[in-house]
């Protein structure tokens, strides 16, 4: 079953990914782990940063 756009996150690990759920009006999960250090991730605005897998999992999320 497809599920509508309301229920979305987006999961990332760059400045990109910040920005495009910004724009997207979307939650965002940003990723210690990926392509960008947390230190960049904050200082462009990522507030949830996931150090784990199962932090993905477990963040509460404002779905707006």
Known sequence: AL???DRA???GDSEVDV???KN???PLIA????FRSR???ESCGAE?????VEEVLHFPVDKG
Not at 31 to 34: D, E, R
Not at 48 to 52: E, G, L, N, V
């Open 3 to 5: 599920l509508g756009a």
């Open 9 to 11: 996150i987006l999961v």
């Open 19 to 21: 920005a495009t759920a």
């Open 24 to 26: 997207a009006q979307m």
């Open 31 to 34: 990723v210690s782990w990926g």
């Open 39 to 41: 230190e960049l991730l």
């Open 48 to 52: 949830q940063i996931a150090d784990t």
